[in-house]
């Protein structure tokens, strides 16, 4: 651990706090456009403006010099991002905005079961009973029975998993290559993955929905930014925490702008999942092992 991780907590609390502001102001901007839109073409075109902001990382791409296999590993993780980016916004103009954040959080869950299945880590008992725990506590938010479970919900069950296999390759990526090359190809083999999806169903947007997808392009990109500078300033076990305060903001947002209303059941299934992802975190700490449970704002688009 470097000094800045070590004496620079504050610092890495205020830009996680900043992170989760504009994480949660992408999706209240998703949700205000609504589904006039297909959700492939909203996500098209939100990556493909994006790309202006990479402009800065060219000279990067013109000097790597990626093997086959990295190739093959990009495309693998641009199409599993694809599908999670598709999913995600279809249920974002679908489901309240505290249905999707708090299922978001099952992503980290779905990376320790991958990381035990594909990269040899070990599932310890305590893991399980981790895991087990965030997954009752998707059962808490769906309430399977006692209403009705829609196609926005199990888009976002789908695109948790579609995000963990996205981050799992960008772990054996990182190790491998420049972080700035792991980001542009993912931007890259994303717009590419959903041209086909977004022209195959194209509805022709209007210029208000263009400013605003623009915008949701713009706080993503600084959400990812201001991330890296929290990572940079303190250790993930400091910075996870705070990314918790999603949940409240999505609440909030939802009830107060979009009058959604708040489901007491969505908050405590989502602070069950949220318990389970710290302890993980927490734990991975204790034990000196390299953290490999993402901070939640990790996972998203």
């Given at each position: 651990?470097?000094?800045?991780?070590?004496?620079r907590?504050?610092?890495?609390v205020?830009?996680?706090?900043?992170?989760?502001?504009?994480?949660?102001?992408?999706?209240?901007?998703?949700?205000?456009?609504?589904?006039?839109?297909?959700?492939?073409?909203?996500?098209?075109?939100?990556?493909?403006m994006?790309?202006?902001?990479?402009?800065?990382?060219?000279?990067?791409?013109?000097?790597?010099?990626?093997?086959?296999?990295?190739?093959?590993?990009?495309?693998?993780?641009?199409i599993?991002?694809?599908?999670?980016?598709?999913?995600?916004?279809?249920?974002?103009?679908?489901?309240?905005?505290?249905?999707?954040?708090?299922?978001?959080?099952?992503?980290?869950?779905y990376?320790?079961?991958?990381?035990?299945?594909?990269?040899?880590?070990?599932?310890?008992?305590?893991?399980?009973?981790?895991?087990?725990?965030?997954?009752?506590?998707?059962?808490?938010?769906?309430?399977?029975?006692?209403?009705?479970?829609g196609?926005?919900?199990?888009?976002?069950?789908?695109?948790?998993?579609?995000?963990?296999?996205?981050?799992?390759?960008?772990?054996?990526?990182?190790?491998?290559?420049?972080?700035?090359?792991?980001?542009?190809?993912?931007?890259?083999?994303?717009?590419?993955?959903?041209?086909?999806?977004?022209?195959?169903?194209?509805?022709?947007?209007?210029?208000?929905?263009?400013?605003?997808?623009?915008?949701?392009?713009?706080?993503?990109?600084?959400?990812?930014?201001?991330?890296?500078?929290?990572?940079?300033?303190?250790?993930?076990?400091?910075?996870q925490?705070?990314?918790?305060?999603?949940?409240?903001?999505?609440?909030?947002?939802?009830?107060?702008?979009?009058?959604?209303?708040?489901?007491?059941?969505?908050?405590?299934?989502?602070?069950?999942?949220?318990?389970?992802?710290?302890?993980?975190?927490?734990?991975?700490?204790?034990?000196?092992?390299?953290?490999?449970?993402?901070?939640?704002?990790?996972?998203?688009?």
């Open positions: 651990m470097n000094d800045l991780q070590t004496y907590p504050v610092k890495g205020f830009w996680m706090f900043v992170t989760g502001l504009l994480f949660v102001a992408v999706t209240a901007l998703v949700k205000y456009n609504g589904t006039r839109i297909p959700a492939a073409e909203s996500a098209f075109l939100r990556y493909s994006g790309l202006v902001f990479l402009l800065p990382m060219i000279n990067a791409m013109r000097q790597s010099q990626l093997t086959t296999r990295q190739h093959k590993l990009f495309w693998l993780r641009g599993a991002h694809t599908g999670g980016v598709s999913l995600w916004f279809y249920a974002m103009a679908r489901i309240p905005i505290a249905d999707v954040t708090a299922m978001n959080y099952l992503t980290p869950i990376v320790t079961l991958g990381a035990a299945l594909f990269l040899g880590e070990k599932l310890a008992l305590r893991r399980i009973l981790a895991v087990v725990a965030a997954l009752v506590g998707a059962l808490i938010i769906l309430r399977p029975g006692f209403r009705e479970v196609m926005g919900h199990l888009a976002m069950l789908f695109a948790a998993v579609f995000f963990a296999t996205s981050y799992l390759v960008a772990k054996l990526m990182s190790d491998e290559t420049n972080p700035a090359i792991v980001v542009t190809m993912l931007s890259i083999t994303v717009t590419i993955g959903l041209a086909p999806l977004a022209l195959a169903n194209w509805v022709t947007p209007t210029a208000s929905e263009l400013v605003v997808l623009f915008a949701v392009a713009a706080l993503a990109t600084g959400g990812h930014y201001t991330m890296s500078m929290a990572f940079a300033a303190a250790p993930v076990t400091v910075t925490p705070v990314s918790f305060l999603q949940l409240v903001w999505a609440v909030l947002l939802g009830a107060v702008v979009f009058g959604e209303g708040v489901d007491p059941w969505v908050v405590i299934g989502g602070l069950v999942i949220i318990s389970s992802i710290a302890f993980i975190t927490m734990r991975e700490a204790v034990l000196k092992r390299k953290i490999r449970t993402p901070a939640v704002p990790a996972t998203k688009f």
